[in-house]
C-alpha cells in the first residue's frame, strides 16, 4: 500500500489538522483499521487522537481517499466530532472496557455453593 497526501490543512479553529490523501493498493480494498495504521506511521501523531472521518473509494480503481482530522486534545475531539464517528473509529472503547472491568471488580465476589447430589432411589418391585 501506499500512502500520499494530497492537501492538509492546520485548522486552528477547531484545535485540529485536516488531511486528505489517497492510499493505492492492489487486490481488494484493505480494511479500514489497516490504512489507520498507515496513517499513523506515516504521519506520527497519537492514534486516540485521529479520526478517519471519510474514505472514499473509487469504482474499479485500486485507490482510496480518505479525509482525516488528526487533534491536539482528546477533549476537544469529543466536543467536535459526531458519537457514531467516534464509534467507528473505536475512540473511547478502551475507556468503556476499563470501566466495565473496575465496576466488576468492586461488585462482591460470590462464591458458588457445591451442588448436592442427588441420587435417584429406584422404586421396590
Known amino acids: 500500500m501506499d500512502f500520499e497526501i494530497k492537501k492538509k490543512k492546520e485548522n486552528k479553529?477547531?484545535?485540529r489538522t485536516e488531511i486528505s490523501a489517497v492510499v493505492s493498493f492492489e487486490g481488494a480494498t484493505p480494511p479500514v483499521a489497516d490504512m489507520r495504521d498507515m496513517v499513523v506511521q506515516k504521519m506520527g501523531c497519537n492514534p486516540d487522537l485521529m479520526i478517519i472521518r471519510k474514505v472514499e473509494p473509487g469504482f474499479g480503481k485500486t485507490e482510496v481517499s480518505l479525509t482525516v482530522h488528526i487533534?491536539?486534545?482528546?477533549?476537544r475531539m469529543r466536543e467536535i466530532e459526531?458519537?457514531?464517528v467516534l464509534k467507528r473509529n473505536?475512540?473511547?472503547e478502551k475507556e468503556e472496557k476499563k470501566e466495565e472491568a473496575k465496576?466488576?471488580?468492586e461488585k462482591?465476589?460470590?462464591e458458588a455453593k457445591p451442588e448436592e447430589?442427588?441420587?435417584?432411589e429406584k422404586p421396590s418391585e
Open 13 to 15: 479553529l477547531l484545535d
Open 71 to 75: 487533534y491536539k486534545a482528546p477533549e
Open 82 to 84: 459526531e458519537g457514531y
Open 90 to 92: 473505536k475512540i473511547g
Open 103 to 105: 465496576a466488576e471488580e
Open 108 to 110: 462482591p465476589k460470590e
Open 117 to 120: 447430589e442427588k441420587k435417584e
